[in-house]
């Protein structure tokens, strides 16, 4: 009988997910963020895990952050008319890029605090990488208001970077844990 080998991305998804150290973290972090749920009315709650559209709605939200750090990167490294003269929009779309995540990230970890085993360990890896994104691309932009767009681009590439592993993890998450398929709130109890 051939012995099957693990793919490729799940063989890269154990590695960095299957750690007692990283169970723990994300163990404290689930349990904050369900005491921090507690807190809020139920109709928030509801709204960041999509009750009222049938499905969650991170996968939604999450394709402005990457639509704008892609096109702000596109715009950093494209050749312009004059020189700096992709600035401006290169700045507006890392801006509401950035300004997309905060909605993408509410829901992810909405839904993140439902998770069990290694899918919380790696769920945990996958926001804690996008959060990272996030907090380079606000570093990139205030680095691009004080003139310094050297280091404003190198901070939204490296939060780009990021974004991407994440989104790989992210990926992980969806097609070989099943999570957000055919979620209910019924689904989600227990």
Known sequence: MLQRHAPPAHAAEDLLSNHDTLETVADQWQ???????????????????GEWLGHPIHPILIHLPLGGWVVAAALDHLPAR??????????LALTLGTLGAVGSIATGWADWANTRGEAR?????HGALNEVAFFLNVGSLLARRKGKRGLGKALSGAG???AGAGGFLGGELVYRH????????AHRQG
């Open 31 to 49: 349990l904050l963020l369900k005491a921090a749920e507690t807190t809020l009315p139920p109709a928030v709650v509801n709204a960041l895990h």
């Open 82 to 91: 004059t020189p700096g003269g992709n600035d401006h929009a290169a700045d």
């Open 121 to 125: 360990r790696t769920g945990f890896i």
């Open 178 to 185: 099943g999570l957000g398929v055919g979620q209910t709130l």
């Open 160 to 162: 780009l970077l990021l």
